[in-house]
């Protein structure tokens, strides 16, 4: 089991560029969430899914979409790069019983826009 | 909305004492989970210790155990015989279904 995954583990971009952060879990969990961790503010829930097909939006979703098209797969798309997405994201998962709807996170993205 | 709040920006603790971290929260979920999370240096988030809000009893796992309120909307976490290991970052969370909400963190530090 490799767990949650992500990819790249670290970008710079310019602002107005497109990019994708790749999440991938191969623990079959239903649940995969996006998060933004920035400094002196924790970390945010951008966007989730309770499953395949099924998307939501979280505290911070502007700038940001999302899609599910698997159970394993769960990218972010960042459509027009501003300074204000510098940060480091996170994606977890979890299963919706059990174990206490832990969450397990990935190794995380520290993204530079500059 | 809830909200989760962590009033210990830094703390600090010589090797072998015990330390406590506080958290508090706020939420309109009737049934939801609550969370440390460790966050070392590599950046990876650890889960310490967990809680589900309806039980009363305190979750403990080995060195680390929790003082929940529920009333209070309180959740604390003790860490006993601190170790150097544990200097890091630490997150109270809050939530369930995939959604969680995280405190500011409190950056503990172990000294020799």
């Known amino acids: 089991n490799a767990g949650v995954t992500q990819t790249p583990k670290f970008q710079v971009l310019k602002t107005g560029q497109s990019m994708t952060l790749q999440c991938a879990q191969d623990?079959?969990?239903?649940?995969m969430s996006w998060y933004r961790q920035d400094p002196g503010m924790g970390l945010r829930l951008i966007h989730y899914?309770?499953?395949?097909?099924?998307?939501d939006q979280g505290e911070v979703p502007n700038g940001y979409n999302v899609s599910r098209s698997t159970t394993e797969d769960f990218p972010l798309r960042l459509l027009s790069a501003a300074p204000s997405q510098t940060s480091v994201y996170f994606c977890?998962?979890?299963?919706?019983?059990?174990?206490?709807?832990?969450?397990?996170f990935g190794p995380g993205t520290r993204l530079t826009v500059l | 909305a809830q909200t989760v709040t962590q009033s210990q920006p830094e703390m600090s603790v010589q090797e072998a004492e015990t330390v406590t971290l506080s958290c508090t929260y706020d939420?309109?979920?009737?049934?939801?989970?609550l969370f440390w999370y460790k966050q070392p240096p590599s950046r990876q988030m650890i889960l310490v210790i967990r809680?589900?809000?309806?039980?009363?009893q305190n979750a403990t796992e080995n060195r680390f155990s929790v003082n929940f309120q529920k009333a209070a909307k309180s959740f604390s976490l003790k860490i006993s015989d601190s170790q150097l290991g544990d200097t890091a970052m630490y997150f109270c969370?809050?939530?369930?279904?995939?959604?969680?909400?995280f405190g500011q963190g409190t950056i503990l530090t172990v000294h020799p």
């Open positions: 977890a998962s979890s299963l919706p019983q059990g174990a206490y709807n832990e969450q397990f």
């Open positions: 623990m079959n969990h239903e649940y």
């Open positions: 899914s309770v499953g395949a097909g099924i998307t």
């Open positions: 939420t309109s979920e009737s049934n939801y989970y």
């Open positions: 809680q589900e809000a309806y039980k009363q």
């Open positions: 969370a809050s939530g369930r279904r995939g959604k969680l909400t």
